[in-house]
Each structure stands twice: as structure tokens, then as C-alpha cells.
């Protein structure tokens, strides 16, 4: 598993990052046999230390939790308990959604872009009707399964999941609806 350890304007020590990746690995090798990568970031919040961690797994899920106390090491403590959970919770479901695969989920490259908002305060008609791209990132889109994508979603807590359809391939997403069902767009084929 690569281990990606830093800090936003704090030093991390040789003992903080061995005790991240040591703890990390033990936690995670009780749900997954085959963890990718993993994101760990301390930053300080007033008088709290943060820690936001996200783990990436082969099944193409990606587990995130961030956890706030007044010491360092609590604070990776507390994520590491919060992800424990999730974790825990999903194991089960794991297991009945995802087949073994032979190989790690096969990812597509895609760009991702932030786009200004508009301002509507001044009435002047914009000279041309294409967006401002503030930020240009790059983005992997997983080859899944439906209900893959699902417990993605719930897993990161995100809004929306693009994916590719294993059973398809076609690009298809799924979203979390106002009325707190989940939506699942799929687009027709022609055959």
C-alpha cells in the first residue's frame, strides 16, 4: 500500500508517520486484503489538530474520515475509529456486492474542472456564453457495478458517483435525490 503522510503548514515527524502507516495497515487488512493507497492530512484548527484520511481499496471504493482532537495523535486516533466504523458497517455488504476480482478495478482517466460561478448582481450580457474554468484536475472514473457505486457514494459521502457499468460499459451515475432516495441515471444503448 503506498502511504501519501503530510501536513498543511505543520512538520510530521519519522514517529508519526510510522505509527499512521502501522496503524492504518493493521485496520484496514481486517476489511480489505488489497488497500491501494492512502491520503493522510494533518492540518491545525485553532486550538484542534485535524486529521482527514482517505483510503482507496482494489473494489474501487474509497473510505474517508476525519477526526479532530487537541493532540496529534488523537486526532489520527479518532479518524482511524471513525473509519473503523464505516469500514465495519460495509464489511457485510462488501462481501455480498463484490465478486472476487482477480484485478484491481480497472479506472478510466477523465478531466475535471471548477467553473466560476456566475454572478447575476450585474445585469451585463457576457460577451461570450462559455464558463471560466477556475481549476483544471485530472479524475479516474472506476469500472463497478451498480450497487458498487452505491456504497461508494454512502462511503465517501458524496453527492454523486460517475462509473462505468461492468456489465455494459457505459458511463452511468448515480446520485443522492432531495427526497433521500438514490437516483441512478443509465443511459440507452442502441444495439
Not at 446520485?175 to 442502441?190: A, C, K, L, M, V
Request: net charge negative; aromatic share 6%; hydrophobic share 35%.
Amino acid at each position: 500500500m503506498r502511504y501519501q503522510i503530510s501536513g498543511k503548514q505543520i512538520d510530521i515527524g519519522e514517529s508519526l508517520q510510522t505509527h499512521v502507516q502501522t496503524e492504518l495497515s493493521e485496520m484496514v487488512s481486517k476489511y480489505s486484503g488489497r488497500p491501494t493507497d492512502a491520503v493522510v492530512t494533518f492540518s491545525k484548527s485553532a486550538h484542534e489538530y485535524v486529521c482527514e484520511t482517505v483510503v482507496h481499496l482494489s473494489t474501487g471504493l474509497s473510505a474517508q474520515a476525519k477526526g479532530h482532537a487537541t493532540e496529534i495523535y488523537a486526532s489520527f486516533d479518532s479518524s482511524l475509529e471513525k473509519m473503523d466504523k464505516q469500514l465495519r458497517r460495509y464489511k457485510r455488504r462488501l462481501k455480498d456486492h463484490h465478486k472476487e476480482r482477480p484485478q484491481p478495478v480497472e479506472l478510466s482517466d477523465a478531466g475535471s474542472y471548477i467553473l466560476a460561478s456566475t454572478d447575476d448582481s450585474n445585469e451585463v450580457e457576457p460577451e461570450s456564453s462559455a464558463p471560466v474554468i477556475v481549476a483544471e484536475m485530472e479524475a479516474k472514473i472506476p469500472s463497478i457495478s451498480v450497487g458498487e457505486a452505491v456504497m461508494q457514494m454512502e462511503l465517501a459521502n458524496a453527492p454523486v458517483v460517475v462509473f462505468r457499468n461492468e456489465k455494459n460499459s457505459v458511463l452511468n451515475v448515480v446520485y443522492r435525490r432531495d427526497d433521500g432516495n438514490i437516483g441512478w441515471i443509465d443511459p440507452r444503448t442502441e444495439e
